[in-house]
């Protein structure tokens, strides 16, 4: 449980719940794909850029 108090680790797991919510929120939407699509590449890219940058 030490590493979960970690405040690096913390932020990580946010990013990616909210990656999750917005999968199911583009499976739930059908109609606006484009809005969730782009919610969901803004996401991830956020998420491998501070995976990255948390490596260096």
Partial sequence: ???????EVKLFLLMIA???LYLIAYLCN????????RLF????LM??????????
Avoid: G
Wanted: glycine share 0%; net charge neutral; charged share 25%.
């Fill in 47 to 56: 998420t491998l850029l501070y995976y990255i940058s948390s490596r260096i």
């Fill in 18 to 20: 909210e990656i999750i």
């Fill in 30 to 37: 059908r109609e606006n794909k484009d809005m969730y699509s």
């Fill in 41 to 44: 590449k803004v996401s991830v």
């Fill in 1 to 7: 449980m030490l590493i979960f108090d970690v405040p």
